[in-house]
């Protein structure tokens, strides 16, 4: 079972990480860190994977833990993603060596609310891999996750955002987000690769 490191950040080391500095963790063997700063309303955070091996990351619910964003990033790679508000970051080592990843928070909200402004509407959902294959999906400008066999991935996307199965040769559209795909809905992958593959 995973052993648990939770770390909480506080203003001054916001501060800091919206100068330019990547902040340093590492990742004990088959242990999970949790990265919470409980003042913003929701951050972004461009994270860094300089290990060996790939690391899982995972944007949860503070109150049920539940997944709402959920990929492996591999060793080399890097990636710019959003932590919502009412969500913390989570880094998951599976591996008996230590993981090492660097991370900058480029962007979030302190205090007060902003007033809100006119968003492209999202649909918050989950992608179901059913079947016994690792299924590489693409989503673009956000990220390119591969579903294990009988896993599911949260997502929140926008409408028009389209997600395509990543073949080495080939990348098919499988689905574009509307407003017809309700808020917690399970999509199942396979269905969708069928009806793309066979129309």
């Known amino acids: 079972m995973f052993k648990l490191i939770v770390t909480y950040f506080f203003t001054i080391s916001f501060a800091f990480s919206q100068k330019g500095t990547r902040s340093q963790l590492i990742i004990p063997p088959k242990q999970i860190v949790q990265i919470d700063y409980p003042l913003y309303k929701g951050f972004n955070v461009k994270i860094w994977n300089h290990s060996k091996f790939l690391v899982g990351i995972s944007s949860r619910d503070k109150e049920t833990d539940s997944v709402q964003i959920s990929f492996d990033l591999k060793n080399g790679k890097s990636i710019l993603f959003e932590v919502n508000q009412g969500d913390y970051l989570q880094f998951e080592n ?4 230590s993981l090492k990843v660097a991370y900058n928070i480029q962007k979030g909200s302190f ?4 007033s809100i402004q006119q968003l492209t509407p999202q649909r918050a ?10 299924l590489p999906l693409r989503i673009p400008g956000i990220m390119n996750p591969k579903l294990n066999p009988y896993s599911r991935s949260g997502v929140d996307l926008p409408n028009g955002q389209k997600i395509y199965l990543d073949l080495k040769d080939n990348q098919i559209l499988i689905l574009t987000v509307t407003d017809s ?18 129309n």
């Open 94 to 97: 599976r591996f008996l060596a």
């Open 111 to 114: 205090g007060k609310k902003k």
């Open 125 to 134: 959902f989950y992608l179901v891999n059913n079947t016994g294959q690792i």
């Open 181 to 198: 795909i309700p808020n917690g809905a399970r999509i199942d992958l396979a269905t969708l690769i069928d009806k793309a593959l066979n």
